[in-house]
């Protein structure tokens, strides 16, 4: 099993900036790749990015050139960081993760709002 527990959000200004969490832990050794997703209020949950353990990156229209996911091996650690942040980026954000043998796990959530 694989724990994930995201940390980071909060509420921001238009244009601001927020720096997004995901600390992993259990079978680390299985995943695959990490991503981030969100759900906003009525609306389906969608991916934002994606990092393979290779380190390939891919990102959602919505927000290539203004946000960057990332990693730190030795912290089992996932980062969003979320630059020129819009109102339409207000949701609850999910930390996911894929594993080699398939399945993933999710965690918790962070509400991110937007908002002056």
């Known amino acids: 099993q694989v724990q994930l527990v995201e940390s980071g959000g909060g509420l921001v200004q238009p244009g601001g900036s927020l720096r997004l969490s995901c600390a992993a832990s259990?079978?680390?050794?299985?995943?695959?790749?990490m991503r981030w997703y969100r759900q906003a209020p009525g609306k389906e949950r969608e991916v934002v990015a994606a990092?393979?353990?290779?380190?390939?990156?891919n990102y959602a229209d919505s927000v290539k050139g203004r946000f960057t996911i990332s990693r730190d091996n030795a912290k089992n650690t996932v980062y969003l960081q979320m630059n020129s942040l819009k109102p339409e980026d207000t949701a609850i954000y999910y930390c996911?993760?894929?594993?080699?043998?398939?399945?993933?796990?999710w965690g918790q959530g962070t509400q991110v709002t937007v908002s002056s």
């Open positions: 996911n993760c894929g594993l080699r043998v398939g399945g993933q796990y």
């Open positions: 259990g079978s680390i050794f299985s995943i695959n790749a």
């Open positions: 990092i393979t353990m290779a380190g390939s990156t």
